[in-house]
């Protein structure tokens, strides 16, 4: 639960851009969007990569990352949560602990995850979260082909979402 009030808190906290009163989005292809906003209260900027508003088409899965730094000028973090947000009529990730991560194809990386879930009005939504090294996310951003295992779903994360996973990485200024 707390991963994803992390990933909520980046929206539902008081919002004013990096260094003006207007919020920083952008909206991307493939429905996600990038925001960052900054959290006067606890004096720190919130980085969020998400899928589209609404109620969640049934079978569809889609990237998710969340993570911050102090004060408002851009720098890198240690690390990020970067996972899988599922929903349609049945849970997918019962008993996951793994987030395997591919890029071009190669093993790059083997994530300890942890699973959270919401009943929906009609659907089930399920995410599967792992902490990653900002630099190792950031190498992965990179690849030409990412794709994502998780007990025995494979995702082969699409060109517009490795766009919107570049787009999350360079919202940290590096």
């Known amino acids: 639960m707390l991963a994803i009030a992390l990933l909520v808190s980046c929206t539902t906290s008081k919002t004013a851009s990096r260094e003006d009163d207007r919020p920083a989005e952008k909206a991307l292809p493939a429905h996600s969007v990038v925001r960052v906003s900054y959290d006067a209260e606890r004096r720190m900027t919130l980085v969020r990569l998400h899928p589209d508003k609404g109620a969640p088409a049934a079978d569809r899965t889609q990237i998710v990352a ?17 996972g899988v947000r599922s929903s ?5 990730h019962e008993g996951c602990a793994t987030l395997d ?20 009005s009609g659907y089930l939504t399920e995410y599967l979260l792992a ?27 699409s060109d517009a979402d490795r766009r919107a996973l570049r787009a999350f990485v360079e919202a940290f200024g590096s």
């Open 66 to 82: 969340g993570g911050a730094y102090p004060g408002k000028l851009p720098r890198a973090p240690s690390t990020v949560m970067f």
């Open 131 to 157: 902490m990653i090294p900002y630099s190792q996310l950031r190498q992965l951003a990179g690849a030409s082909l990412l794709r994502i295992k998780a007990c025995g779903l494979q995702i082969r994360v």
């Open 101 to 120: 991560l591919l890029a071009d194809d190669a093993p790059a990386v083997s994530l300890p995850a942890t699973r959270e879930r919401q009943i929906g």
């Open 88 to 92: 349609g009529k049945t849970w997918r």
